[in-house]
């Protein structure tokens, strides 16, 4: 029995393939608004140590400072109580649930010594201005704080696309957010010669109609649509694959999710051939039926 579903996601394997053993950090964080420091249940078989955490609003987990009540010896006398209890458990029924419900706790610990790592306002006011004011201005100058830290993968939302109303005046207003914040991001990296070793990716779930609808606005659309990859290993301004004239069906090029998986893991240095061994059996880490967009990696 795993706690989690058949085969972990994307930032489970990033965490799993390149954050270091002794990291104190988490390495698989999501931030989208109103997270507040819950695991998120996509690591699978690779266990809750690459479990993401959920961040948002810009501020550090919540219920991550000690009571005022709770002394500090008292708070480390706790501790240690509870692992030597945890330990004498699981010596004898261990399994991916009460690993995993052990695990949280040393997380837990982990980020309440760590709680500024996670809050943006220690940035200065001028980044806060510059990437905005709005969530997703908060969330990119986070990204940015938390891979300076050495967090191995962070992932943003940013939602209310699904625009089957006023698609046009709608997106006036959500790519204003999109294009200054993502924009001051990408800059940012570069500056700091992060983007070599840092992959960028921006996709959505699907595309929309390219037909408008009687409402103004676009419907859902899965037969054809872009994903946009940039840092590490793929090359600038590269354009791989084709539409129709009217963007209702791939022409040439078209990638699947298991060519993509790939991609991505050998754009940010991952050996994506290779397999993990859990518990003696070797799992490979992406689908071995097929490979990488070779055009996209130099």
Same mark, same amino acid.
């Given at each position: +029995? *795993?706690?989690?579903? !058949?085969?972990?996601?994307?930032?489970?394997? #990033?965490?799993?393939?390149? *954050?270091?053993?002794?990291?104190?950090?988490?390495?698989?964080? &999501?931030?989208?608004?109103?997270?507040?420091?819950?695991?998120?249940?996509?690591? @699978?078989?690779?266990? =809750?140590?690459?479990? %993401?955490?959920? &961040?948002? !609003?810009?501020?550090?987990?919540q219920n991550t400072t000690r009571p005022d009540n709770i002394a500090e010896a008292s708070d480390a006398a706790r501790q240690d109580l509870r692992r030597r209890i945890n330990e004498r458990f699981l010596n004898r029924r261990r399994t991916a649930v009460t690993e995993a419900?052990?695990?949280?706790?040393?997380?837990?610990?982990?980020?309440?010594?760590?709680?500024?790592?996670?809050?943006?306002?220690?940035?200065? #006011?001028?980044?806060?201005?510059?990437?905005?004011?709005?969530?997703?201005?908060?969330?990119? &100058?986070?990204?940015?704080?938390?891979?300076? +830290?050495?967090? *191995?993968?962070? +992932?943003?939302?940013?939602?209310?696309?699904? *625009?089957?109303?006023? !698609?046009?005046?709608?997106?006036?207003?959500?790519?204003?957010?999109?294009?200054?914040?993502?924009?001051?991001?990408? @800059?940012?990296? #570069?500056?700091?010669?992060?983007?070599?070793?840092?992959?960028?990716?921006?996709?959505?779930?699907?595309?929309?109609?390219?037909?408008?609808?009687?409402?103004?606005?676009?419907?859902?659309?899965?037969?054809?649509?872009?994903?946009? &990859?940039?840092?590490?290993?793929?090359?600038?301004? @590269?354009?791989?694959?084709?539409?129709?004239? !009217?963007?209702?069906?791939?022409?040439?090029?078209?990638?699947?999710?298991? %060519?993509?998986?790939?991609?991505?893991?050998?754009?940010?240095?991952?050996?994506?051939?290779?397999?993990?061994?859990?518990?003696?059996?070797?799992? =490979?880490?992406?689908? =071995?039926?097929?490979? =990488?967009?070779?055009?996209?990696?130099?």
């Amino acid at each position: +029995q *795993t706690p989690a579903a !058949n085969y972990p996601q994307l930032g489970a394997v #990033a965490a799993k393939s390149l *954050t270091p053993e002794d990291s104190s950090l988490p390495g698989h964080i &999501l931030i989208t608004p109103g997270g507040s420091g819950g695991r998120g249940n996509d690591s @699978a078989y690779l266990g =809750p140590k690459y479990s %993401s955490i959920y &961040l948002g !609003n810009g501020n550090p987990p919540q219920n991550t400072t000690r009571p005022d009540n709770i002394a500090e010896a008292s708070d480390a006398a706790r501790q240690d109580l509870r692992r030597r209890i945890n330990e004498r458990f699981l010596n004898r029924r261990r399994t991916a649930v009460t690993e995993a419900f052990a695990y949280s706790f040393e997380q837990a610990e982990q980020l309440m010594r760590q709680r500024e790592v996670f809050d943006v306002s220690k940035e200065p #006011a001028a980044d806060a201005e510059r990437y905005g004011s709005h969530d997703f201005g908060r969330h990119c &100058l986070l990204a940015r704080r938390l891979l300076e +830290q050495g967090i *191995t993968f962070v +992932q943003l939302s940013h939602s209310n696309y699904d *625009t089957h109303n006023e !698609n046009f005046n709608f997106h006036i207003e959500q790519m204003a957010e999109f294009d200054r914040s993502f924009s001051c991001f990408v @800059a940012d990296l #570069a500056d700091r010669g992060m983007l070599d070793s840092t992959l960028i990716v921006v996709l959505s779930e699907f595309g929309r109609t390219p037909g408008i609808n009687q409402y103004y606005g676009r419907d859902h659309w899965s037969r054809a649509w872009s994903v946009c &990859l940039g840092g590490c290993r793929i090359p600038r301004g @590269a354009v791989h694959g084709s539409t129709n004239d !009217n963007g209702t069906e791939v022409k040439d090029g078209q990638v699947d999710h298991g %060519s993509l998986f790939h991609t991505y893991l050998q754009a940010a240095g991952v050996d994506s051939t290779g397999a993990f061994n859990i518990d003696g059996r070797e799992l =490979p880490i992406a689908d =071995p039926s097929t490979g =990488p967009v070779k055009e996209l990696l130099v």
